[in-house]
Nanobody, 120 residues
């Protein structure tokens, strides 16, 4: 059982940067795969990035590869999403999610989300 709270969203101009944070509570955080998803108005939720328990293995969607970087600090029970070179099409609600021990496990806990708006 994990509770997730995101922060760091806001309004930024195209080409700018934001860093999202997701603070987790619960004893399983350090052994959990963590992910970021996003959902734009009228669109389905899409995968953005994920990271395993050690932080040594990450996956980034092709749409954000080279621009976004997921990381985690288990001592602080926090996962981050560093977003650089932002584009208007990145505008969405960004949602943090907690999975299981491996990438094959389903995500079981979802945060409320934080709004990211990129203007041109």
């Amino acid at each position: 059982q994990v509770l997730l709270v995101e922060s760091g969203g806001g309004l930024v101009q195209a080409g700018g940067s934001l860093r999202l944070s997701c603070v987790a509570s619960g004893r399983t955080f350090s052994s959990s795969v963590m992910g970021w998803f996003r959902q734009a108005p009228g669109k389905e939720r899409e995968f953005v990035a994920a990271i395993n328990w050690s932080g040594l293995n990450t996956v980034h969607a092709n749409s954000v590869k080279g621009r976004f970087t997921i990381s985690r600090d288990n001592a602080k029970n926090t996962v981050f999403l560093q977003m650089n070179s932002l584009k208007p099409e990145d505008t969405a609600v960004y949602i943090c999610a907690a999975g299981g021990a491996t990438f094959a496990d389903a995500y079981h806990t979802w945060g409320q989300g934080t709004q990211v708006t990129v203007s041109s």
